[in-house]
């Protein structure tokens, strides 16, 4: 794992894009794994910022997301669809055709999880992954305890990451008890990940994947084990600064 400490989240994001848009510019079929959560949020904007400035081309680019909840339509503001489309594809020239997330509605959720995994295969997998990681360590939403052999499956959420992610519902009750998200294994056949920690709430979690043993109670973890992985962290992450 390559490892650069940054000075706050502007920087980790400006880093992040960088690394991007020099992936995207030296192959314009890049396949580009995304993340949701508020972590990405200024990578992406950095991204339309340069794709607004210097005209870098997502034209041919397709792009996989790790997650979605289920029984969230595409057009609920909370489905992770909807999130992407406000903070990214809206504002490039992405093809959306070219964008697949997991249907968190589909009638026949398992699947839905194997047709990802399908959808993945022909496109020879994902080049450039982009992740975030939860307090717990979790990964896309492979909660603790979820196998390294895992792909593409229905995840039943655990009460902390419900909680985490209560502040973008009406209460807690509205936040989905159930994801669909990429497997652990099929996250580590990416060919490149790029993890990016922010914050002193990860503080913990980005002391574990850094010191922590490789095991399935912290997700994260399996990532040593990567051949080419860089974790950008801020300063507030690392216990330092804000
Ligand atoms: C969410 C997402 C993850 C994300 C994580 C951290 O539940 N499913 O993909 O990395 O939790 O979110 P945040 O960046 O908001 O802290």
Excluded at 86 to 97: A, G, M, R
Aim: charged share 25%; aromatic share 8%.
């Amino acid at each position: 794992m390559k490892i650069t400490e940054v000075d706050d989240y502007q920087a980790m994001s400006r880093a992040a894009a960088d690394l991007v848009v020099e992936r995207v510019r030296s192959n314009p079929q890049l396949i580009l794994g995304l993340a949701t959560g508020s972590t990405p949020l200024g990578l992406y904007q950095h991204l339309i910022d340069d794709y607004n400035r210097s005209g870098t081309s997502y034209r041919h680019v397709t792009t996989f997301n790790l997650d979605e909840y289920v029984g969230l339509s595409e057009q609920d503001p909370n489905s992770y669809h909807y999130f992407m489309n406000q903070y990214l594809f809206n504002h490039i020239d992405i093809e959306k055709t070219n964008t697949y997330i997991p249907k968190g509605n589909a009638q026949d959720l398992e699947k839905e999880c194997s047709v990802f995994e399908e959808r993945l295969k022909e496109h020879g997998g994902v080049d450039l992954q982009i992740l975030g990681i939860g307090g717990n360590g979790h990964i896309g939403f492979n909660e603790p305890g979820t196998s390294f052999y895992s792909r593409t499956h229905l995840v039943d959420l655990t009460l902390s990451t419900r909680e985490a992610n209560e502040r973008f519902f009406a209460n807690l009750n509205e936040v989905p008890i159930r994801a669909v998200s990429m497997g652990i294994e099929t996250i580590m056949e990416s060919k490149e990940i790029l993890l990016l920690i922010s914050g002193e709430k990860k503080r913990d979690a980005l002391h574990q994947l850094l010191h922590g043993e490789i095991d399935e109670s912290f997700p994260a973890s399996i990532l040593r084990e990567h051949p080419n992985t860089t974790v950008i962290f801020d300063k507030a992450a690392a216990g330092g600064g804000k």
